[in-house]
């Protein structure tokens, strides 16, 4: 079987990845590794790794477009940070894209896991980590004057980090677009982890904000792959990841916000060292 060509998809192989696609979509919009689900699938069926990649990138746009308007809600307020890190996932994205065309698939195996690992362990602290920022944050605000000592305390206030802060979120940032871009699967997780370790923000925003710029990373990467690998992408294999997904989205979203925050961190944590063996045993 060549890279550019799939061939006939049987019954079977269709049902099958029609699965795989409103699975993942719908992982995705919760959590963000719903590449694992896909691509090993698109394996399964004889399509060539890089094909893989870059058909499931494509097809899995339309799932991130549902996750993100289904989180839309969660988005509100968030304008001007999104128009900060927005540009920053473009970027990530394009150099990751660059880099999976350019580097070898083993490049990033061993640092994916770290990665996730980590991101597992940021989510697991989130409330802690956020606890002490939230007091770092009314302490510079007591000293400028701008709020006393607790009183951002349970009123739901969500003040952006000073000037290091900013810097480090952005870079983080920029860093998860080029893995989204390079790979895609469990860049939600990490998202979700890193902007939770530098937001005082509850967990659905930071839910909502993480669909947003993996819609970017994945729509930057699949503009790429089309333009540049136009002819070894199996559109078959995207049209059905497509529909699948934007179901998979849609459902996603409904079940993710209605979850308590708790649950919604329990969520994310399992799935993440699901995504973690998958990583670690394909």
Same mark, same amino acid.
């Given at each position: 079987?060549?890279?550019?060509?799939?061939?006939?998809?049987?019954?079977?192989?269709?049902?099958?990845?029609?699965?795989?696609?409103?699975?993942?979509?719908?992982?995705?919009?919760?959590?963000?590794?719903?590449?694992?689900?896909?691509?090993?699938?698109?394996?399964?069926? =004889?399509?060539?790794?890089?094909?893989?990649?870059?058909?499931?990138?494509?097809?899995?746009?339309?799932?991130?477009?549902?996750?993100?308007?289904?989180?839309?809600?969660?988005?509100?307020?968030?304008?001007?940070?999104?128009?900060?890190?927005?540009?920053?996932?473009?970027?990530?994205?394009?150099?990751?894209?660059?880099?999976?065309? !350019?580097?070898?698939?083993?490049?990033?195996?061993?640092?994916?896991?770290?990665?996730?690992?980590?991101?597992?362990?940021?989510?697991?602290?989130?409330?802690?980590?956020?606890?002490?920022?939230?007091?770092?944050?009314?302490?510079?605000?007591? &000293?400028?004057?701008?709020?006393?000592?607790?009183?951002?305390?349970?009123?739901?206030?969500?003040?952006?980090?000073?000037?290091?802060?900013?810097?480090?979120?952005? &870079?983080?940032?920029?860093?998860?677009?080029?893995?989204?871009?390079?790979?895609?699967?469990?860049?939600?997780?990490?998202?979700?982890?890193? !902007?939770?370790?530098?937001?005082?923000?509850?967990?659905?925003?930071?839910?909502?904000?993480?669909?947003?710029?993996?819609? &970017?990373?994945?729509?930057?990467?699949?503009?790429?792959?089309?333009?540049?690998?136009?002819?070894?992408?199996?559109?078959?294999?995207?049209?059905?990841?497509?529909?699948?997904?934007?179901?998979?989205?849609?459902?996603?979203?409904?079940?993710?916000?209605?979850?308590?925050?708790?649950?919604?961190?329990?969520?994310?944590? &399992?799935? =993440?060292?699901?995504?973690?063996?998958?990583?670690?045993?394909?």
């Amino acid at each position: 079987m060549s890279e550019a060509v799939l061939g006939d998809l049987t019954g079977w192989q269709l049902l099958l990845l029609s699965l795989a696609a409103v699975w993942a979509g719908a992982i995705n919009a919760v959590v963000g590794s719903g590449t694992l689900v896909t691509f090993p699938t698109l394996v399964a069926i =004889g399509v060539p790794p890089v094909s893989a990649t870059m058909s499931n990138a494509v097809g899995l746009v339309t799932g991130g477009v549902s996750g993100t308007w289904g989180y839309r809600r969660e988005l509100r307020g968030q304008g001007a940070r999104a128009a900060r890190l927005v540009p920053m996932s473009v970027l990530g994205a394009l150099l990751g894209a660059f880099l999976l065309l !350019h580097l070898p698939a083993t490049t990033f195996e061993t640092v994916v896991p770290v990665l996730v690992v980590l991101a597992i362990v940021l989510v697991l602290l989130q409330p802690r980590l956020q606890a002490r920022t939230r007091r770092r944050l009314e302490r510079r605000l007591a &000293v400028s004057g701008a709020a006393a000592p607790g009183s951002l305390e349970g009123t739901g206030a969500s003040p952006g980090p000073g000037r290091t802060g900013q810097v480090v979120l952005l &870079v983080v940032t920029f860093l998860i677009g080029v893995y989204g871009g390079y790979f895609t699967a469990a860049q939600g997780i990490l998202l979700v982890g890193a !902007h939770g370790a530098l937001l005082v923000e509850p967990i659905q925003r930071l839910n909502a904000m993480k669909n947003l710029l993996s819609l &970017v990373v994945n729509v930057v990467a699949a503009a790429a792959y089309v333009v540049v690998g136009f002819d070894r992408i199996v559109w078959e294999a995207v049209l059905v990841i497509a529909v699948g997904s934007l179901l998979g989205g849609l459902l996603g979203a409904s079940v993710g916000r209605r979850l308590p925050s708790a649950v919604l961190r329990a969520t994310i944590v &399992v799935l =993440g060292v699901v995504a973690l063996v998958a990583l670690v045993v394909r």
